[in-house]
């Protein structure tokens, strides 16, 4: 079973900050990263897909994909109360037609 | 409106009688899977489906079975529940292959006493 490893947390930073969450993962054959929010009792929201290296940005979020590391990471800028919710990190397993979850990283933007 | 639906969204069963969790998508996706997530076991795949009639196990298959008669609908079935398979559930939908963007249905969470 191939690993995607994310800090617990919990992450507070304060309201209007940059958050920074962390992924690495263990397949050094994935192609396909994904960040999904994810609030208390609700399912998981795509917020962003990253394919190649580098940074990809959204409005206030930017995913960042680094192959050689096995790292990949989410920053939200200006971050808002709403952002507090759990990100889970996931990569495509390669020569299976599965994503991989982390755990989950739970975020708090505290006003 | 692009979406995946499921049914029901809360249930509370018995230990042993079989039970149907519904899942339909109307985004014409080939990719389908069912998720069980569970406190500090995060999501774990249950089954999944590359196409009609085309079902495979994931990492947590035991005790589940799934059916893809048609390529909208994906149901879960439990034959005989038992307390270990509380959890919250989740259908999946994607286009292509599994390793694309998947698009989660609700949840349902489920009681088994």
């Known amino acids: 079973q191939k690993e995607v490893e994310q800090n617990s947390g919990p992450l507070s930073v304060p309201e209007g900050a940059i958050a920074s969450l962390n992924c690495t993962y263990s397949d050094r054959g994935s192609q396909s990263f994904f960040w999904y929010r994810q609030y208390s009792g609700k399912s998981p929201e795509l917020i962003m897909s990253i394919y190649s290296n580098g940074d990809k940005e959204d409005g206030r979020f930017t995913a960042q994909l680094n192959k050689a590391s096995q790292y990949v990471s989410l920053l939200i800028r200006d971050s808002q109360p709403s952002d507090s919710a759990t990100y889970l990190c996931?990569?495509?397993?390669?020569?299976?037609?599965?994503?991989?979850f982390g755990q989950g990283t739970r975020l708090t933007i505290n006003p | 409106e692009a979406q995946v639906t499921q049914n029901p969204r809360y249930l509370i069963t018995v230990t042993g009688k079989k039970l149907t969790v519904t899942c339909s998508q109307n985004?014409?996706?080939?990719?389908m899977s069912w998720y069980r997530q569970d406190p500090g076991l995060g999501l774990r795949q249950i089954y999944y489906s590359m196409n009609v009639e085309v079902t495979d196990k994931g990492d947590v298959p035991e005790g589940y079975k799934v059916s893809r008669k048609e390529k909208r609908n994906f149901p879960l079935i439990l034959e005989s529940p038992s307390p270990n398979q509380t959890s919250l559930y989740f259908c999946?939908?994607?286009f292509g292959q599994g390793g694309y963007e998947q698009y989660f249905g609700p949840g349902t969470r489920l009681t088994v006493t």
């Open positions: 996931a990569v495509n397993e390669s020569g299976a037609q599965k994503l991989v």
């Open positions: 999946a939908s994607s």
């Open positions: 985004m014409n996706h080939e990719y």
